[in-house]
């Protein structure tokens, strides 16, 4: 049976109804395009999210402490062993040989790494008291691992070699503390060491956690904060490609025995929040694109009606079952065919205009444009399901009329 | 001895349900090559059902129709469908054309389905029987465009198209004016007397006696058969009759 007859047949089918077949187009072009600016406002909000946060904080981070208890004398001297009341020795804090770890680390890094040395400690200003993060960096090296100095908003990251006791703090902070570079606020260590340090630069990252709890200053003055000379205990590794940070921090951690904790691990109650959300996504598009299909599926029942005579008599003429069938099939494939292209226009017109939408940003205080993500997949996906959904529903009401025998047909219409 | 071209060998019809009716009931009927044959009887006496038996459209409980020799009890509907549009014709009472077509593209619709032949040379066939019935200046027109004898002979030639052995045709002039049955009839006439085999079902008694045979169906059975201009005769051993014929 040539396939030509059977699109000669749907396409007058289709065409002889024009407001029905307009209606399922329409249908399955709201579907689609709907389905595109939804995938990609859902994606782009969630990669800038993503942005925001591999750009805030290292791709992998080196830390002074081990993921399991260290193994007992007692434990390698004895199969079985009873311990109470253990004392931890007092061993110096820090990563020993940051140096030799760092060289060994490059020789093989897909990125860069750098030291750090991470510890608490309040700012004492105007009265109030304000825990904080202090990081100590070295400002050569920080551009290579960190996106500061993209983030300064006020001075530069060199500023700090100005001083010894120079820091850099969020812009929310500052804002907190009513401070400006220039100004001076104390800073009091964990062991009650108490700087009085100057304000050389404002920074924003965009998440408030970190603006308003993060403070940046030289590696030596975060080690007199923290009471440790020359300790280093934190290193920071920004990767090229942030995707393979939990492979790497994996082969990092084995190699050093370090604990090494990727972005990923970081955030893995964040990440799965957007498991969920986009399970939620995937199943409200999925169901867009089926409620869709249901026009098609009321035209192609219609049609199907409305030619019981016309199957009766091709299938009398020696029509295949098979072949009849087909023809609703592809009159559906055009309805969603069409309806596609449509939808891919109008998926391509909502997300443009939906780029050009801003929301005013309570922490920045800025308008930020919402972020749409383009990727030929959503439409590939979009546009394939929605075919799927069509040609699925058209197969039920159209099995159901070519499998009426011609004879009723005919006696009926005689 | 003439070719055998459609043979019905003990078929029966029923209708099963609550309560069962035999629509035909165990005929045994040869029609020849060439042969005009047609069907008469009363309404419900099952003489439309035979046709559709014998056009393959539907299947019967017991008994075989062999077209040209070949059995179908046990084909299936598939390669029923293929013999349907390949070796035969059907042209019914109302003309059934595809209203969003042409009559040029109702009749060339079979050979596109049987995809023998290029687009070229079905569009001349479908002009040439056209042009054969008379037809050949309403080729693009659509059956809305047409009466209702013109309609008929369009389905005529859409019958025609694929070079069927065998026409079956059920009332073909039921819905027609004295004049266009007249053509209609004429023109079945004219296909039988070319070669082909013609089975009519009739009410007409005038249109009937122009076959070679009558067959008068009571009741699902053969009543009589009749020779072209003979009186009528019992129906015993039709089939070897119409051979012999």
Redesign the interface.
């Known amino acids: ?2 396939t ?2 059977l699109f ?2 749907a396409w ?2 289709v065409t ?1 109804r024009v407001r029905q077949t307009l209606v399922g187009m329409a249908g399955v072009s709201m579907g689609v395009g709907f389905t595109i600016m939804m995938a990609g406002l859902m994606e782009g909000s969630q990669i800038d999210f993503l942005r925001q946060l591999v750009d805030t904080m290292p791709h992998i981070t080196i830390q002074d402490e081990r993921r399991s208890v260290p193994t007992q004398p007692a434990d390698q001297e004895y199969g079985a062993v009873q311990m109470s009341n253990v004392t931890n020795l007092n061993n110096r804090p820090g990563i020993k040989y940051p140096e030799s770890v760092m060289a060994s680390l490059r020789s093989w890094l897909p990125g860069d790494v750098t030291p750090s040395v991470r510890t608490t400690a309040i700012i004492d200003h105007g009265g109030g008291r304000i825990g904080v993060t202090l990081t100590g960096i070295d400002p050569r090296q920080e551009p290579r691992v960190s996106k500061l100095a993209s983030q300064m908003r006020e001075g530069q990251i060199a500023d700090l070699s100005r001083a010894p006791n120079a820091i850099i703090i969020g812009e929310a902070l500052a804002q907190k503390l009513a401070v400006k570079p220039g100004n001076t606020v104390i800073l009091i260590g964990g062991k009650g060491t108490e700087v009085t340090s100057s304000v050389v630069g404002l920074f924003r990252s965009g998440m408030k956690r970190v603006d308003e709890g993060q403070i940046y200053g030289l590696t030596g003055f975060a080690q007199i904060m923290m009471g440790q000379s020359g300790i280093v205990n934190e290193l920071r590794l920004r990767l090229n490609d942030p995707l393979i940070a939990q492979q790497v921090a994996t082969q990092v951690e084995a190699q050093t025995g370090y604990k090494s904790v990727s972005w990923q691990e970081a955030n893995a109650d964040l990440l799965s929040t957007f498991a969920v959300r986009d399970f939620i996504v995937l199943t409200v598009m999925g169901a867009m694109l089926l409620t869709s299909s249901f026009a098609t599926y009321n035209i192609i029942s219609t049609i199907t009606h409305e030619k019981r ?2 199957i ?12 009849v069938r087909r023809i609703f099939i592809i009159e559906s494939a055009i309805i969603g065919t069409v309806g596609i292209l449509f939808g891919w226009i109008l998926g391509y017109l909502l997300c443009y205009g939906w780029s050009h939408i801003t929301i005013y940003n309570m922490l920045t205080g800025a308008n930020v444009p919402l972020q749409i993500y383009y990727s030929p997949m959503h439409y590939i996906v979009a546009g394939g399901i929605s075919l799927l959904c069509c040609t699925g529903a058209a197969f039920f009401p159209a099995r159901k009329a070519t499998r009426v ?3 009723e047909i ?2 009926g ?2 | 001895m003439s070719e055998i071209a459609l043979q019905a060998v003990g078929l029966v019809r029923r209708i099963e349900g609550a309560i069962s009716h035999t629509l035909v009931n165990g005929i045994d009927l040869s029609v020849n090559k060439g042969e005009f044959v047609a069907i008469t009887g009363p309404s419900g006496s099952g003489k439309s059902s035979l046709l559709y038996l014998l056009g393959l459209l539907d299947a019967p409980n017991e008994g075989d129709v062999m077209i040209c020799g070949q059995p179908t009890a046990k084909l299936s509907e598939t390669e029923r469908a293929d013999i349907r549009l390949t070796k035969c014709g059907f042209v019914f009472q109302f003309h059934f054309l595809l209203p969003e077509f042409t009559s040029l593209q109702n009749v060339t619709l079979p050979m596109r389905a049987a995809g023998k032949m290029s687009e070229k040379e079905m569009h001349e066939r479908g002009l040439e029987l056209l042009t054969s019935l008379g037809l050949k200046d309403h080729a693009n027109k659509r059956p809305n465009q047409l009466s209702g004898g013109q309609r008929q002979r369009v389905a005529i030639a859409r019958a025609l198209s694929n070079r069927p052995e065998i026409i079956v045709a059920d009332e073909p002039t039921g819905a027609l004016d004295t004049t266009s049955t007249e053509q209609v009839f004429g023109i079945l006439r004219d296909i039988a007397d070319s070669g082909r085999t013609v089975v009519v079902v009739t009410h007409d008694p005038a249109l009937a006696a122009r076959a070679d045979r009558r067959v008068h169906i009571v009741d699902g059975k053969i009543h009589e058969t009749i020779q072209g201009g003979q009186a009528p005769e019992p129906a015993i051993a039709i089939g070897a009759t119409a051979a012999e014929s």
């Open positions: 049976m040539t030509k007859l000669d047949i007058t089918h002889a005579q016309d009766a008599i091709m299938k009398s003429l020696g029509m295949r079952e098979y072949s025998h011609p004879v005919i006696r219409a005689s």
